[in-house]
């Protein structure tokens, strides 16, 4: 080679090193003059560590950056406090691969842009999709996780939760592996046809009275509470309903109901069947034995079909289907389920008359409104000795056509049966010639034949090696390295990342290469080769001819060229096949049966454990909505999909439920005037019972929303109990017991009272053991209604002692003295006997029964229910005032002064409402009045004494005695009508401060202290205070609150003169 040759060579090499090294410049900085742009960051250092973790993709760099985590570090000490840097975003979030960018660290931004030069684009491709695909998987947990805490109730339990809110559909409560009792009736429920045939069933008197079965019974009660349950989804303002008394009637019929979860379709199968015995019994009266006029029957069993041959005998019967069960295992979709559930071996002439076969084939020949299909997800593991769950994914259409399993189109389908038979094989054989293409060869390992024509084609266009001088080697090298070198220098000056130029590479990028071969040097994404003839190191022809390369390389592309167009053809007759077959039902005449979807209900977890709910689409909103438990959320066709089809997770389908379009239309239809105006007219249209049962449900909601706000208001700091009451059993609303709170604050009023009373009331049902034996359980009832209504009267006419309140031990006590209506008082000693904690015995319950009953036929018109609601409000208040009164005292006795004073000004101020009412509605005002200003002197003595202790630590505890007790207590006594020792405690107390006035022992800090104070003191006007009301303090029974008033009054009596009246 000449000198002149290879100083061309030599500078065109240097020109593309220069324009590769150029061009990378550029690109570089107008990808960070973007970032600077689009987020305002200003460190070049910065945008390019972020540059670079996103591989050069500026969407993803702009990601980087504006992640709430990564925060653009202080220009001005990033300079002077490299270690700022050392726990930011950017050293934490970039890949495995690359080095943590610092300003400290030079050498590891300069291995970065080395190899960015150096890397393949493949392999950067590649980490890309990775990356994306960890960061997609941790936002969907991200996601998942808060939507979780979101949906969770229990985490936010205020009253409002507890509140329906408008016409939105109500949950339904799980009180114990229940979740497949709500799924069931919830998706039934949603129909409107089978809501009204619940709520309308009623049967003859002479009906019930001819039921004498233990199953008749059974069944006509069950149709009873789900009626109430019912009636409570329709006008209930709770979030959620309580289903636990129809599912008592449900437990005898499976064995082990309160231990394991129960199967939905088996669960199904049985309610049906009670239905639809509840139904017989009415269509029994007019048309006897006929189940073609059951309501049930009518809306949810169809019949099939079933024609077949077997050993060479044809044989067909009909049959009736409720839920009709498919397999999942080996299908994809719904139609190709009901495919094989409805065809089952051969069926053609030929087949039959061999005798050698067995098939049959199954045809609708009703279709119930109402079609249900099970799915069929579990099988028995013969190895295991235990059943497994099936998750494989199978998709369903919102839309079925069902005319193609309809007897009516027999004919036409099995025509396309045929048609569908002759397509597949005809498939079969294209694929087998297809795969003679894609598998060619004759030894144990095969390729496609495109490729290895390809391969011929490279082997024969390649030269043979040639050796490469070492002088160019070593001219490459160092243009290589020059290239490099001068890169790094140009995007060093134009960053302003580094203090001077630095060549020198990391650790890594040296080891690179050093090691490299010039072969692999050349090689690089710098200047790809796509030339076979520079490839030394593969394999090649020894001696090859021009014309012996044009005819080999003209023949192999020809042929190639063909090949590759039979594949092709082959590859578009498969597809335009499966196309066919695909569009084989889309004819119109097979599309007039549809049946849209309304429910699906899904099962999550495996064969021996999970959780139920359903997805049902609501027809007013055309959305569809979950019910999963007391909680009811809009959701979507793709969230339906995610957890219903199954192969991702855990979670599938397990029962379909679609309804006929003429069903889905009336749906429509009956709802246009919105949900709400239908659940509306669907209330004002039932049975006065009904109404009656939603009304009463409704007020013990109010009941328990006020009890549930005067718990919240007490929860302060828990006050120290005294010696004197630690001992007693009681309990306490600011205790830890959260959920004794809860049951506590879900209760109403009079079952609340009828609870406290329920041992006196259980011993007048022991009383009446020879009336229930010799005349049953109304006569014992009625026996022990008047006997303890005499007792309770007498009760209240003895005449009260100092230690003794009979208005504690019961509730009409209390009603009989102050007079109460005769309705309130009955109706009040009704429901003692109607409570459920009664259950002690059979003759308990039966007695509990007959009285529950007896209290659904009084109606609105009866008792005034707003009365009713008032007067328990009152004995609730006037045990409220009694326990606070007490538990003041108490506190007073062990010294302690400051609980004590806030027990009793709420005592006091309670107290003073009930006395408005009526001299016996509540305590003794002259002893809450006594206590309390004793109380008051006591707490002012202490506060004094530590103000002018002068130690930092006491005045500010007296100030705060002061400000938070003595203070707040005064304005409610002078703003109220105060008495004369009243007015003398306020004063003696006030003279007490005005003395520290100008004393010349005192510190002067203490006396601006004490200038800030007197003011507060002297003028109650000038302010509005509120006194925080104290730790509410309930006993279990009325015999600890009796006991404890008794011990108290004694005490007091021993120590004072005060009467009590």
Same mark, same amino acid.
């Given at each position: 080679?000449?000198?002149?040759?290879?100083?061309?060579?030599?500078?065109?090499?240097?020109?593309?090193?220069?324009?590769?090294?150029?061009?990378?410049?550029?690109?570089?900085?107008?990808?960070?003059?973007?970032?600077?742009?689009?987020?305002?960051?200003?460190?070049?250092?910065?945008?390019?560590?972020?540059?670079?973790?996103?591989?050069?993709?500026?969407?993803?760099?702009?990601?980087?950056?504006?992640?709430?985590?990564?925060?653009?570090?202080?220009?001005?000490?990033?300079?002077?406090?490299?270690?700022?840097?050392?726990?930011?975003?950017?050293?934490?979030?970039?890949?495995?691969?690359?080095?943590?960018?610092?300003?400290?660290?030079?050498?590891?931004?300069?291995?970065?842009?080395?190899?960015?030069?150096?890397?393949?684009? #493949?392999?950067?491709?590649?980490?890309?999709?990775?990356?994306?695909?960890?960061?997609?998987?941790?936002?969907?947990?991200?996601?998942?996780?808060?939507?979780?805490?979101?949906?969770?109730? %229990?985490?936010?339990?205020?009253?409002?939760?507890?509140?329906?809110?408008?016409?939105?559909?109500?949950?339904?409560?799980?009180?114990?592996?229940?979740?497949?009792?709500?799924?069931?009736?919830?998706?039934?429920?949603?129909?409107?046809?089978?809501?009204?045939?619940?709520?309308?069933?009623?049967?003859?008197?002479?009906?019930?009275?001819?039921?004498?079965?233990?199953? %008749?019974?059974?069944?006509?009660?069950?149709?009873?509470?789900?009626?109430?349950?019912?009636?409570?989804?329709?006008?209930?303002?709770?979030?959620?309903?309580?289903?636990?008394?129809?599912?008592?009637?449900?437990?005898?019929?499976?064995?082990?109901?309160?231990?394991?979860?129960?199967?939905?379709?088996?669960?199904?199968?049985?309610?049906?069947?009670?239905?639809?015995?509840?139904?017989?019994?009415?269509?029994?009266?007019?048309?006897?034995?006929?189940?073609?006029?059951?309501?049930?029957?009518?809306?949810?069993?169809?019949?099939?079909?079933?024609? %077949?041959?077997?050993?060479?005998?044809?044989?067909?019967?009909?049959?009736?289907?409720?839920?009709?069960?498919?397999? $999942?295992?080996?299908?994809?979709?719904?139609?190709?389920?009901?495919?094989?559930?409805? $065809?089952?071996?051969?069926?053609?002439?030929?087949?039959?008359?061999?005798? $050698?076969?067995?098939?049959?084939?199954?045809?609708?020949?009703?279709?119930?409104?109402?079609?249900?299909?099970?799915?069929?997800?579990?099988?028995?593991?013969?190895?295991?000795?235990?059943?497994?769950?099936?998750?494989?994914?199978?998709?369903?259409?919102?839309?079925?056509?069902?005319?193609?399993?309809?007897?009516?189109?027999?004919?036409?389908?099995?025509?396309?049966?045929?048609?569908?038979?002759? /397509?597949?094989?005809?498939?079969?054989?294209?694929?087998?010639?297809?795969?003679?293409?894609?598998?060619?060869?004759?030894?144990?390992?095969?390729?496609?034949?495109?490729?290895?024509?390809?391969?011929?084609?490279?082997?024969?266009?390649?030269?043979?090696?040639?050796?490469?001088?070492?002088?160019?080697?070593?001219?490459?090298?160092?243009?290589?390295?020059?290239?490099?070198?001068?890169?790094?220098?140009?995007?060093?000056?134009?960053?302003?990342?580094?203090?001077?130029?630095?060549?020198?590479?990391?650790?890594?990028?040296?080891?690179?290469?050093?090691?490299?071969?010039?072969?692999?040097?050349?090689?690089? !994404?710098?200047?790809?080769?796509?030339?076979?003839?520079?490839?030394?190191?593969?394999?090649?022809?020894?001696?090859?001819?021009?014309?012996?390369?044009?005819?080999?390389?003209?023949?192999?592309?020809?042929?190639?060229?063909?090949?590759?167009?039979?594949?092709?053809?082959?590859?578009?007759?498969?597809?335009?096949?499966?196309?066919?077959?695909?569009?084989?039902?889309?004819?119109?005449?097979?599309?007039?049966?549809?049946?849209?979807?309304?429910?699906?209900?899904?099962?999550?977890?495996?064969?021996?454990?999970?959780?139920?709910?359903?997805?049902?689409?609501?027809?007013?909103?055309?959305?569809?909505?979950?019910?999963?438990?007391?909680?009811?959320?809009?959701?979507?066709?793709?969230?339906?999909?995610?957890?219903?089809?199954?192969?991702?997770?855990?979670?599938?389908?397990?029962?379909?439920?679609?309804?006929?379009?003429?069903?889905?239309?009336?749906?429509?239809?009956?709802?246009?005037?919105?949900?709400?105006?239908?659940?509306?007219?669907?209330?004002?249209?039932?049975?006065?019972?009904?109404?009656?049962?939603?009304?009463?449900?409704?007020?013990?909601?109010?009941?328990?929303?006020?009890?549930?706000?005067?718990?919240?208001?007490?929860?302060?700091?828990?006050?120290?109990?005294?010696?004197?009451?630690?001992?007693?059993?009681?309990?306490?609303?600011?205790?830890?017991?959260?959920?004794?709170?809860?049951?506590?604050?879900?209760?109403?009023?009079?079952?609340?009272?009828?609870?406290?009373?329920?041992?006196?009331?259980?011993?007048?049902?022991?009383?009446?053991?020879?009336?229930?034996?010799?005349?049953? $359980?109304?006569?014992?009832?009625?026996?022990?209604?008047?006997?303890?209504?005499?007792?309770?009267?007498?009760?209240?006419?003895?005449?009260?002692?100092?230690?003794?309140?009979?208005?504690?031990?019961?509730?009409?006590?209390?009603?009989?003295?102050?007079?109460? !209506?005769?309705?309130?008082?009955?109706?009040?000693?009704?429901?003692?006997?109607?409570?459920?904690?009664?259950?002690?015995?059979?003759?308990?319950?039966?007695?509990?029964?007959?009285?529950?009953?007896?209290?659904?036929?009084?109606?609105?018109?009866?008792?005034?229910?707003?009365?009713?609601?008032?007067?328990?409000?009152?004995?609730?208040?006037?045990?409220?005032?009694?326990?606070?009164?007490?538990?003041? /005292?108490?506190?007073?006795?062990?010294?302690?002064?400051?609980?004590?004073?806030?027990?009793?000004?709420?005592?006091?101020?309670?107290?003073?409402?009930?006395?408005?009412?009526?001299?016996?509605?509540?305590?003794?005002?002259?002893?809450?009045?006594?206590?309390?200003? #004793?109380?008051?002197?006591?707490?002012?003595?202490?506060?004094?004494?530590?103000?002018?202790?002068?130690?930092?630590?006491?005045?500010?505890?007296?100030?705060?005695?002061?400000?938070?007790?003595?203070? !707040?207590?005064?304005?409610?006594?002078?703003?109220?009508?105060?008495?004369?020792?009243?007015?003398?405690?306020?004063?003696?107390?006030?003279?007490?401060?005005?003395?520290?006035?100008?004393?010349?022992?005192?510190?002067?800090?203490?006396?601006?202290?004490?200038?800030?104070?007197?003011?507060?003191?002297?003028?109650?006007?000038?302010?509005?205070?509120?006194?925080?009301?104290?730790?509410?303090?309930?006993?279990?029974?009325?015999?600890?609150?009796?006991?404890?008033?008794?011990?108290?009054?004694?005490?007091?009596?021993?120590?004072?003169?005060?009467?009590?009246?």
């Amino acid at each position: 080679m000449s000198t002149v040759d290879g100083c061309l060579k030599k500078g065109d090499l240097l020109l593309t090193g220069w324009n590769l090294c150029s061009n990378y410049i550029k690109d570089c900085q107008m990808l960070l003059n973007q970032l600077r742009e689009i987020t305002g960051i200003q460190d070049s250092a910065f945008l390019h560590a972020a540059l670079k973790a996103a591989n050069g993709d500026l969407m993803e760099a702009v990601s980087f950056l504006t992640e709430e985590h990564a925060q653009e570090p202080n220009q001005s000490t990033a300079a002077a406090e490299p270690s700022a840097w050392e726990g930011s975003a950017v050293g934490k979030q970039l890949p495995p691969n690359v080095a943590a960018l610092t300003p400290n660290n030079k050498e590891d931004l300069q291995a970065v842009i080395a190899f960015s030069l150096l890397e393949s684009p #493949k392999a950067q491709a590649t980490e890309r999709e990775a990356e994306r695909a960890q960061e997609a998987h941790s936002a969907e947990n991200k996601n998942r996780s808060k939507r979780k805490r979101c949906e969770v109730w %229990g985490e936010n339990p205020k009253q409002n939760n507890w509140r329906r809110v408008g016409d939105w559909p109500v949950g339904m409560k799980n009180i114990g592996n229940t979740c497949w009792f709500s799924a069931v009736i919830q998706s039934l429920f949603q129909l409107p046809e089978f809501r009204r045939l619940v709520l309308g069933y009623s049967l003859p008197q002479s009906v019930l009275e001819n039921c004498r079965s233990r199953t %008749g019974k059974r069944n006509v009660a069950f149709m009873q509470e789900l009626q109430c349950l019912f009636a409570l989804m329709l006008g209930t303002r709770r979030k959620f309903v309580d289903p636990s008394a129809a599912l008592e009637l449900l437990r005898d019929a499976f064995r082990s109901a309160e231990e394991q979860q129960q199967d939905v379709s088996e669960f199904t199968h049985k309610l049906l069947d009670w239905l639809e015995d509840a139904f017989q019994l009415a269509v029994n009266v007019n048309s006897p034995g006929d189940k073609s006029e059951n309501p049930m029957v009518q809306l949810f069993y169809g019949t099939f079909l079933t024609e %077949g041959v077997h050993e060479g005998n044809t044989f067909s019967k009909i049959e009736t289907f409720g839920q009709y069960p498919l397999q $999942v295992n080996g299908y994809q979709n719904l139609n190709e389920c009901l495919e094989g559930a409805m $065809v089952e071996g051969e069926m053609d002439e030929e087949t039959a008359a061999q005798s $050698v076969k067995y098939g049959q084939e199954r045809w609708f020949t009703k279709l119930p409104p109402v079609l249900t299909f099970e799915l069929s997800r579990f099988e028995f593991n013969q190895s295991l000795g235990q059943p497994e769950k099936i998750h494989t994914r199978l998709e369903f259409p919102q839309t079925i056509y069902m005319d193609r399993y309809l007897y009516s189109s027999k004919e036409l389908i099995q025509m396309k049966r045929e048609e569908i038979k002759r /397509l597949k094989e005809k498939i079969v054989i294209l694929q087998q010639k297809l795969e003679r293409y894609m598998k060619y060869g004759s030894g144990p390992t095969r390729f496609p034949l495109p490729d290895m024509l390809q391969y011929v084609l490279e082997f024969v266009t390649t030269r043979p090696a040639v050796v490469i001088s070492s002088a160019h080697d070593s001219q490459t090298t160092v243009l290589q390295s020059q290239a490099e070198s001068h890169v790094l220098d140009r995007l060093s000056q134009q960053n302003s990342i580094l203090e001077a130029k630095n060549t020198k590479t990391t650790e890594d990028t040296a080891f690179f290469l050093a090691n490299s071969s010039p072969q692999q040097k050349l090689s690089t !994404p710098l200047q790809p080769s796509d030339s076979p003839a520079e490839m030394s190191d593969c394999p090649a022809p020894h001696m090859v001819s021009e014309e012996e390369m044009n005819l080999v390389r003209t023949c192999l592309q020809r042929w190639r060229n063909e090949i590759e167009q039979d594949i092709q053809d082959l590859k578009d007759s498969i597809a335009k096949i499966n196309l066919s077959i695909e569009q084989m039902y889309c004819d119109p005449l097979l599309q007039q049966v549809p049946y849209r979807l309304h429910a699906v209900l899904v099962h999550e977890g495996q064969a021996n454990a999970g959780h139920y709910w359903a997805y049902i689409y609501d027809q007013p909103r055309k959305s569809w909505l979950k019910y999963n438990d007391i909680s009811v959320t809009e959701s979507s066709w793709e969230e339906l999909e995610r957890d219903s089809f199954g192969g991702l997770k855990n979670a599938s389908a397990y029962c379909l439920m679609y309804i006929s379009d003429k069903v889905s239309h009336f749906v429509a239809d009956d709802n246009e005037d919105s949900e709400v105006g239908q659940f509306q007219k669907e209330v004002e249209a039932l049975p006065p019972e009904l109404k009656h049962y939603i009304q009463e449900d409704n007020w013990r909601l109010e009941q328990e929303a006020e009890e549930w706000e005067e718990e919240q208001s007490c929860k302060i700091p828990q006050i120290e109990p005294s010696p004197a009451f630690e001992s007693q059993d009681l309990s306490s609303d600011s205790g830890p017991d959260q959920s004794s709170v809860c049951e506590q604050s879900m209760r109403s009023l009079s079952s609340e009272h009828a609870m406290i009373a329920k041992e006196q009331t259980a011993q007048a049902i022991a009383n009446t053991a020879d009336a229930y034996e010799k005349n049953g $359980v109304e006569a014992a009832l009625c026996e022990a209604f008047h006997e303890e209504y005499s007792r309770l009267y007498l009760l209240a006419k003895e005449t009260p002692t100092p230690q003794n309140d009979a208005r504690l031990q019961h509730v009409l006590v209390y009603f009989l003295q102050n007079n109460a !209506p005769k309705q309130v008082v009955e109706r009040t000693l009704l429901e003692q006997f109607a409570d459920k904690n009664l259950s002690y015995d059979e003759r308990s319950i039966s007695i509990m029964k007959v009285a529950r009953a007896k209290l659904r036929e009084i109606g609105p018109d009866d008792v005034d229910m707003e009365e009713y609601k008032r007067w328990h409000e009152d004995y609730s208040l006037f045990r409220k005032v009694s326990v606070y009164l007490l538990t003041g /005292l108490e506190l007073y006795q062990n010294r302690k002064y400051q609980e004590s004073l806030t027990y009793l000004v709420y005592a006091y101020q309670s107290n003073t409402t009930l006395l408005m009412k009526g001299p016996n509605r509540g305590v003794n005002e002259s002893l809450i009045a006594l206590y309390r200003r #004793k109380c008051l002197l006591k707490l002012n003595d202490m506060a004094a004494s530590l103000f002018v202790s002068s130690e930092e630590a006491h005045v500010a505890e007296g100030i705060n005695i002061l400000n938070e007790l003595i203070i !707040p207590c005064m304005h409610l006594i002078i703003n109220n009508d105060i008495s004369k020792d009243d007015l003398d405690a306020i004063e003696v107390m006030r003279n007490h401060w005005c003395s520290y006035l100008g004393r010349e022992d005192m510190d002067a800090n203490l006396q601006l202290k004490l200038g800030e104070l007197l003011p507060r003191l002297l003028d109650c006007s000038a302010e509005v205070i509120v006194l925080k009301e104290p730790p509410k303090i309930r006993p279990n029974s009325p015999y600890d609150l009796c006991s404890r008033f008794a011990a108290v009054m004694e005490s007091i009596h021993g120590a004072s003169t005060v009467t009590v009246k």
